[in-house]
């Protein structure tokens, strides 16, 4: 099996590598046959196309496990980039793994690193978080959580709610610096760098800048200071609460339910809990 990695935009972006596994395999697993069809059909291909998106992966797992273990050769690829980041994919991967076969990378585009590696932000640290959640309060919640990170983090957020999720940055953290792509690898390709207070701004200047796909990336929040709030113990029943939620559940979930049933500020009690984290190492 073949996981194959396509164009984000720019088809000349293709490796050779990639069109050669395409040509040969019997069967390409596509997110949307439609959108992979005219790829197929631009480099001269006639593999048979079969759908495996969010919605019938489980029930098309096994039809295509049973033809990998037939012999047959298959390649998974998304609608665009890296398979498996932020789509599809997982459970097919998984499965021929636990079956024993084969499965194979070719490496190719990626929108997120696409943009880390043109954003200027600092890169050796680094996490993907997907996209953002689609509900207001939800959105804006984890945006306080991803903002008290000391790495870069990068997301994706679609022309629909980017000017609301700008929004939301400025208010959190106006300081902040940001990066944003816009249709990286394309015709049409914009970034802005700087501060988050600006982007919303550099958004409404041309109403073509709310259009098209983009990849959203968060400088770390500044180190804390020796002895400054990080460093200094939540209230006792507070730590001592923290402290147990973390043994059991990840950090970033540990510190939303505490804030969430103590009204804590979220960022408070998520660069606290980092420093305990920190200590034990």
């Not at 039809?63 to 047959?72: H, S, T, V």
């Not at 084969?102 to 600092?122: D, F, M």
């Not at 043994?247 to 103590?262: G, I, N, V, W, Y």
Request: a negative charge; aromatic letters at 4%.
């Amino acid at each position: 099996m073949w996981v194959v990695a396509t164009p984000i935009g720019n088809l000349g972006d293709l490796s050779p590598r990639a069109g050669e596994v395409l040509g040969q395999v019997a069967r390409i697993a596509a997110e949307d046959t439609r959108h992979s069809a005219g790829l197929l059909a631009h480099l001269g291909i006639r593999a048979s196309l079969v759908s495996l998106h969010e919605h019938n992966e489980s029930e098309r797992v096994p039809i295509l496990l049973q033809a990998l273990q037939a012999g047959e050769s298959v390649a998974l690829i998304s609608d665009a980039g890296t398979p498996l980041v932020s789509d599809p994919g997982f459970r097919l991967v998984r499965a021929a793994r636990e079956a024993g076969l084969p499965v194979r990378a070719v490496p190719g585009a990626s929108a997120p690193l696409a943009a880390l590696a043109v954003a200027g932000l600092p890169s050796d640290r680094f996490c993907f978080e997907g996209f953002l959640p689609h509900a207001a309060g939800a959105r804006l919640r984890q945006l306080e959580m991803l903002l008290a990170q000391p790495v870069t983090t990068i997301v994706f957020e679609s022309s629909h709610r980017i000017r609301a999720a700008a929004g939301d940055l400025a208010g959190l953290a106006p300081a902040r610096e940001v990066f944003l792509a816009r249709e990286l690898t394309k015709q049409f390709e914009e970034h802005y760098r700087g501060s988050a207070a600006d982007l919303p701004a550099w958004l409404d200047a041309d109403a073509n800048r709310t259009r098209g796909e983009f990849v959203l990336i968060l400088g770390p929040a500044p180190a804390p200071e020796t002895g400054g709030e990080a460093d200094e113990p939540l209230a006792s029943e507070h730590e001592r609460l923290l402290v147990a939620l973390m043994q059991e559940l990840p950090l970033k979930r540990a510190a939303r339910l505490l804030s969430d049933a103590t009204d804590l500020p979220r960022n408070r009690v998520y660069a606290r809990a980092l420093a305990l984290k920190d200590a034990k190492r």
